[in-house]
């Protein structure tokens, strides 16, 4: 038996890979939890894991036996990771499509012709916010396209794509943390450059409204004047 086979070495490559990766991730995960609790398929795969460990320790297992959990065990832990990451991948995608986009009725006005994004942003310091940010976005959900390709294939590869996208999107995250102040700054613009563009065509409106009222107050006038007129010619 190969000495990486042992019972004691697999027990310790899954602590060591639960302690040193899985473990942030979930601690990660529960802190953006509405409701500070962990993902329900993270949970259910880390009860199937530890299952699978607590049977090595039964009365009457031999060591095949607990190669055979064990093996089990690692299959949970493939899972649980990878679901950690997809799980992160979800978190972070919304986070930067929610900053993205803008309601339907802000989008005429404020977004860019060719990205669709609010131009305040994209201006900002002279891009020198939007550009990273958009950077950091693409490179991350192109690791995370690489790592789906991967995970049938090689599961170590699909770690290392993944966590590649995770580091990418912690980076934007930081970034917008960098310019919080600035973009609440940006959102504040917006909203009164909204409401004075609104009030000035609620303006422009009730102008117009008063134009046409006073132009057909005119054409009915000039009307009732010819029928007068022809009235009178044929008395």
């Avoid at 299952?51 to 064990?70: A, T, Y």
């Avoid at 065990?73 to 978190?91: G, N, P, Q």
């Avoid at 802000?106 to 305040?120: H, I, K, N, V």
């Avoid at 290392?160 to 995250?173: F, G, P, Q, S, T």
Wanted: proline fraction near 3%.
């Amino acid at each position: 038996m190969k000495t990486e086979e042992r019972p004691e070495n697999i027990l310790a490559d899954l602590y060591s890979q639960y302690r040193e990766s899985v473990l942030p991730m979930l601690e990660k995960l529960e802190d953006i939890s509405e409701d500070r609790q962990r993902p329900l398929n993270c949970l259910n795969e880390m009860r199937a894991l530890g299952d699978h460990i607590s049977r090595c320790f039964m009365d009457d297992v031999d060591e095949q036996e607990m190669l055979e959990e064990l093996q089990g065990a690692r299959s949970h832990m493939r899972r649980l990771t990878l679901d950690c990451y997809k799980e992160l991948e979800i978190y972070y995608y919304d986070v930067a499509q929610k900053f993205c986009e803008m309601p339907p009725e802000e989008q005429e006005r404020y977004l860019t012709a060719e990205e669709g994004f609010c131009t305040t942003f994209v201006t900002l310091d002279n891009g020198l916010f939007w550009q990273p940010f958009c950077s950091h976005r693409e490179k991350a959900i192109e690791e995370a396209r690489l790592a789906k390709e991967a995970e049938t294939n090689s599961t170590d590869e699909a770690y290392k794509h993944y966590e590649l996208m995770v580091n990418e999107y912690i980076d934007m995250e930081q970034l917008i943390d960098t310019y919080y102040e600035r973009l609440l700054n940006c959102r504040e613009e917006e909203s009164r450059l909204r409401h004075r563009n609104l009030k000035e065509q609620s303006e422009a409106s009730r102008f117009l409204n008063a134009q046409a009222s006073f132009v057909a107050c005119v054409v009915c006038m000039i009307i009732l004047q010819i029928i007068f007129y022809l009235c009178g010619c044929k008395n």
